[in-house]
């Protein structure tokens, strides 16, 4: 099901549309609501959305609806829609008190469908509809219905949501099923224009709407344990422990038990590539631990020499690590035909090869110019960093964009670590909490929001890399730590 609907994805954004009806004409006075009975709760089965992505759709003339459905999106991590007429309402339109204003008039003609400017090109991205419209005499404006009349809402799941001045949603909700009988009709709700966001937070939870609010970019460590790292869900909807154990230089038997010895520490996550050579011994790492495939997050990459060939790169992959299924496929560089590549891994996708995908060493350049020729939006970027080179503008971005992101080298790198380890800076913080200089370089990553991978072939250093929830660092010396960083590269790319 995921898989079929990667098929449709598009990243071609949703056109925001800041169309306002008229700013000045809000009703001079209420109208007397008609009395509506309180609607029979929604018979309609639970949603099961399989991306969790959410989009709220309203129409406002003037803006009560439009802050309510601006809250809901930042609730869910969704995206907003405004429904805009092609004609305008004028405040004249939309005075009730005149039986022959266009509001009026619609309301009391059953075949009013006032056109809608501009379409949503990409629906099929979204699982749950909210659908937000003021209340005109207790019921949706006409212009409600041409929506719901203009698009195929079979698999997805409409809550409606409605604001006035006093009535309550009546049948105004239940009245639009018939409209898009395919779709799973959430029972719909009034929302005052002074309504909590906790108010609505908990309106939203009540209805398990399995909704995917990615954590990208802020975690809870405090649901971490030290040997059990918690969990990022990436944008793809899959989750992936923030703590993983890099690979790189690891090979052949060392590889092999350094991967066993990690999942004994607790480790779930293990990063590899084609270039490492190591595919294999960390498949062969993974099987020999006894701990099942599916607990298990791997992500590996395929190198530039790879790309025009991707497709035969891929199963290549799965067959060095014996395994049915990738967690995460990065395209390694930046380089000739990645685009073509990065469509090899989307095509995998859909055939349930690989989960997730993503990118390294893509920097904010490089994603301009990426993201636009692509349909799947990368669930991760691996980039260099660390407290010499902190890369935060490029974080900044990847994180507006929903993009996780993960540091390569995060102690420094081979050859490097000795440097940051004995920083005066980190030393001192370590002493304060009694950690290690490598667990607050780790901690401060992870309070930044960046997943971290450091190697290690040895245990304790590994048990060390994932014992990072039992202490955290005050903003000073998050500030201090910030403050160490020179721009400094540890390697080329
Ligand atoms: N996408 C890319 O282009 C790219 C590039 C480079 C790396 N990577 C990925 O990023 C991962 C991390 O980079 P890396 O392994 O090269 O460098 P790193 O994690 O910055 O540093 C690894 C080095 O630190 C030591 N170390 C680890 N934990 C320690 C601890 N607690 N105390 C003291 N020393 C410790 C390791 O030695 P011991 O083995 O003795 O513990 C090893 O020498 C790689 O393994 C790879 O998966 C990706
Ligand atoms: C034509 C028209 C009819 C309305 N009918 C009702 C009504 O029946 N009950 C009510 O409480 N409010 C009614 N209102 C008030 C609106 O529902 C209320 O102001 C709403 O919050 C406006 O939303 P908006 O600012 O997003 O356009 C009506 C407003 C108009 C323009």
């Known amino acids: 099901m995921k898989s079929l609907l990667y098929l449709i994805l598009l990243l071609s954004g949703l056109p925001l549309t800041m169309y306002a009806c008229s700013s000045n004409d809000a009703p001079a006075e209420t109208p007397i609501p008609t009395p509506e009975p309180e609607p029979d709760p929604d018979p309609s089965p639970d949603a ?18 439009k ?33 022959s204003s266009r509001a009026n008039r619609e309301q009391n003609d059953p075949s009013a469908r006032p056109a809608i400017s501009g379409k949503i090109e990409n629906l099929s991205d979204y699982d749950v509809i909210f659908l937000g419209y003021p209340i005109w005499w207790g019921k949706a404006p006409k ?39 395919q779709a799973v009709w959430k029972q719909g709700r009034r929302l005052g224009g002074n309504e909590t966001k906790e108010d609505i937070m908990n309106w939203i939870e009540s209805m398990e709407l399995n909704l995917n609010q990615s954590n990208v970019g802020s975690f809870n460590l405090s ?66 631990s006894g701990v099942p495939r599916e607990e298990i997050f791997v992500c590996t990459k395929l190198y530039p020499n790879q790309y025009s060939d991707a497709e035969n790169a ?32 989307e095509r995998a996708v859909v055939q349930g090869k690989i989960r997730s995908v993503g990118l390294s060493n893509y920097y904010v350049k490089e994603m301009e110019a990426f993201l636009p020729q692509v349909s799947i939006k990368p669930a991760l970027v691996q980039n260099e960093i660390h407290p010499y080179y902190q890369e935060n503008e490029v974080i900044r971005y990847m994180h507006q964009q929903g993009i996780a992101v993960e540091a390569w080298y995060p102690l420094g790198g081979r050859g490097y670590t000795s440097a940051l380890l004995n920083d005066e800076t980190i030393s001192r913080i370590a002493a304060v909490h009694g950690k290690s200089s490598a667990q607050v370089i780790l901690r401060w990553d992870l309070q930044k929001g960046v997943v971290v991978i450091p190697g290690s072939s040895n245990p304790n250093h590994q048990k060390e890399n994932i014992s990072l929830f039992d202490f955290e660092l005050t903003d000073e010396e998050m500030n201090s730590i910030n403050a160490l960083d020179r721009n400094e590269k540890h390697d080329w790319y």
Not at 152 to 178: E, W, Y
């Open 48 to 65: 099961k959305p399989s991306n969790g992505h959410s989009l709220v759709v309203y129409f406002s003339c003037t803006n009560t609806t």
């Open 67 to 99: 802050g309510i459905a601006e809250q809901i999106a930042e609730i869910t991590n969704g995206e907003c829609y405004r429904i805009m007429p092609e004609v305008a309402y004028t405040s004249d339109d939309l005075n009730y008190n005149n039986s």
């Open 143 to 181: 212009i409600i219905f041409t929506f719901l009349e203009s698009y195929d809402f079979s698999r997805k799941t409409i809550v409606p949501f409605c604001t006035s001045h006093s009535s309550g949603i009546g049948s105004s909700d239940t009245d639009l099923h018939a409209l898009a009988a």
């Open 223 to 288: 649901e971490g344990e030290n040997g059990k790292a918690p969990t990022v869900r990436l944008n793809s909807g899959y989750d992936m422990p923030m703590v993983g154990l890099g690979t790189y230089s690891l090979l052949g038997d060392v590889c092999v038990n350094s991967v066993v010895a990690a999942i004994q520490n607790g480790f779930r996550k293990f990063d590899t590539a084609y270039m490492y050579n190591n595919e294999e011994s960390v498949g062969e790492g993974i099987r020999r």
């Open 314 to 345: 891929i199963n290549m992959a799965l067959a060095k690590l014996g395994l049915d299924y990738i967690d995460l496929m990065l395209l390694h560089h930046p380089g000739t035909n990645d685009v073509a590549a990065y469509k090899a891994m």
